[in-house]
């Protein structure tokens, strides 16, 4: 792998956690998530048989942990055949580097997104002047440094296809980031969502520690396009699954799902976008 590869210069030990953190949940046979502090990676792929593929790699020092989840579903000698992102926020990217230095595997994510996983360009800055709670005021403290993986990373496949994941398709989701993808399988209809769409208000420091349900959008202080964040979401309600894990908060499916993102599309000026903030003034009017 490439040998300049680095950290974000601004990586750092995020200390916030939530009831479920170090815990995991299987969603079906093949779809295992896991907890790291507040945030989700799956894991994809049957126990012990075959190929696996990881979607995110949590916050900060995170690949301690996803190596023994790894473990303890496939096998001690057993790594995955590639690592997809959502987007390279700094808590989906935060045990990449280790875990590519070690299992020496592709990573994957949307073109619009290479610049920030490569060193070449880092997110806007976390607003806290965002209408929200404790985890927005505090939300400059977070990372926005681009990581560097070097060629390790790609751009995902033009037809939508996703690297050994023959049955799922990826879904730009625009929005929390210009590349977000989320990642979709039509034969039962599991949507991994990302921060496109999420099941806790991730703002309000109570509702993120007791991880309280609620399908909302994505998280205020990090989105910069309210318009392109509520087409991600208009799309992903069409695509009616039933099931969702989200980036952050627990899963969620039948009539709480359903109930919720049509709530969400109705209400998603008042439930989703901000009052004020950097990110949403002097945009186009949603509705």
């Known amino acids: 792998m490439d040998e300049q590869m680095h950290e974000s210069k601004d990586n750092k030990f995020i200390p916030m956690t939530s009831i479920l953190s170090g815990t995991g949940q299987k969603v079906s046979n093949d779809v295992y998530y896991y907890t790291d502090q507040i945030v989700n990676m799956c894991f994809i792929g ?26 303890d579903r496939f096998g001690r000698e057993s790594r995955p055949s590639a690592i997809i992102l959502t987007h390279g926020h700094f808590d989906h990217v935060g045990g990449l580097i280790e875990l590519v230095e070690e299992w020496e595997v592709p990573v994957y994510a949307h073109e619009l997104e290479l610049p920030y996983l490569t060193g070449e ?9 965002v209408e929200g709670g404790l985890l927005a005021k505090i939300s400059p403290w977070y990372p926005n440094q681009p990581i560097n993986l ?5 751009a995902l496949p033009d037809d939508n296809s996703v690297p050994g ?14 590349g977000h993808v989320s990642f979709f399988r039509e034969n039962d209809k599991t949507l991994l ?21 609620e399908v909302n959008g994505p998280p205020r202080y990090l989105t910069t396009d309210w318009n392109a964040a509520f087409e991600s979401v208009k799309k992903l309600k069409q695509l009616q699954p039933n099931v969702l894990v989200s980036g ?28 004020y903030g950097r990110y949403v003034d002097g945009q186009d009017n949603i509705h």
């Open 46 to 71: 049957l126990p012990n048989e075959g190929e696996w593929v990881l979607v995110d790699a949590g916050l900060p020092n995170a690949a301690s942990e996803i190596r023994s989840v790894a473990v």
């Open 121 to 129: 360009e880092s997110y806007p800055e976390p607003d806290a002047t």
């Open 150 to 154: 070097g060629d390790a990373v790609k």
């Open 165 to 178: 994941l023959e049955d799922w398709k990826w879904i730009h989701t625009p929005g929390h980031s210009p």
């Open 193 to 213: 969502s990302g921060d496109a769409v999420i099941t806790v208000r991730q703002d309000k420091f109570y509702n993120v520690l007791m991880q309280t349900e």
């Open 248 to 275: 952050h908060g627990h899963f969620m499916g039948g009539d709480d799902l359903s109930e919720g993102l049509q709530n969400l599309v109705e209400n998603f000026d008042k439930l989703a976008i901000p009052d």
